[in-house]
């Protein structure tokens, strides 16, 4: 059995080198495919001789996984594995994954990764665990819902219509003037544009980082940056646009 913990990356020692950290790792009759692994997991050429200590956390979490693949298990226990890893770097682990001969057991939020990887998804919500057949596009289609994001919404929906239904209480309108309920819906109104323009963005921007040329280019990490802090953008907002809605619907 294989383990990817979340901080699996820290229990490396700094002082060796990348080559040498997965070499150790390494069965013998591994050992001469130890620099193809690596160059699939984009460490070629002087890569292979950095010191693990001067590793970025995307650069430690992929060797970390190279050493994983390398070890002939027939388990994967892999917690968040695309944790500090880019659009690139993802694909290559997924692409590994599919020619894995064992078998997986993975947690993750990341559905574009999960999607056509797993064969049975385990949803773990109000304290229950649900199986589904398939992988999580397959799970979501049976539910009715169209992303994580409206899963995650839904759950919330329930938990609260459950707790009430427990212990209901008396409801507490707050105190709102027409001036203040006029400005949360003009950021109500806001927030809904403000999110939109990032989902076309992000939607742009996937269309370029799926392109393998695009990483030829020399500010490929620049953009790799800023759609990541789209996406951060994005999960702000759509929790603001919650709280804005839930306090519209008391009012």
Request: proline residues 3%; negative net charge; hydrophobic residues 40%.
């Amino acid at each position: 059995m294989g383990y990817y913990a979340q901080d699996q990356t820290e229990l490396f020692d700094g002082s060796k080198t990348v080559l040498a950290t997965i070499e150790e790792k390494a069965t013998a009759e591994v050992r001469p495919r130890v620099r193809a692994i690596l160059g699939a997991f984009l460490f070629s050429g002087e890569d292979a001789g950095k010191k693990v200590s001067v590793l970025s956390g995307g650069e430690r979490a992929r060797l970390a996984l190279a050493c994983m693949i390398l070890a002939q298990t027939n388990l994967l226990i892999m917690d968040e594995p695309t944790h500090h890893l880019d659009i690139q770097a993802k694909q290559r682990l997924k692409d590994a994954l599919m020619e894995y001969p064992g078998a997986l057991i993975i947690i993750s939020h990341d559905r574009d990764f999960l999607t056509g990887l797993t064969s049975r998804t385990l949803e773990f919500a109000g304290g229950e665990i649900k199986e589904y057949i398939g992988d999580i596009d397959e799970m979501l289609s049976k539910k009715g819902i169209e992303n994580l994001d409206a899963l995650s919404i839904a759950q919330a929906q329930k938990a609260k219509a459950a707790s009430q239904v427990e212990a209901p209480k008396p409801i507490d309108r707050p105190v709102v003037s027409d001036q203040e309920k006029k400005n949360m819906q003009r950021r109500f109104g806001l927030v809904e544009k403000e999110i939109n323009s990032c989902e076309l963005f992000i939607k742009e921007k996937e269309g370029q980082l799926a392109d393998p040329e695009f990483y030829q280019s020399t500010n490929f990490q620049k953009e790799v940056k800023l759609y990541e802090d789209k996406k951060l953008e994005l999960e702000r907002l759509m929790l603001e646009w919650e709280e804005l809605a839930e306090k519209l619907a008391g009012i």
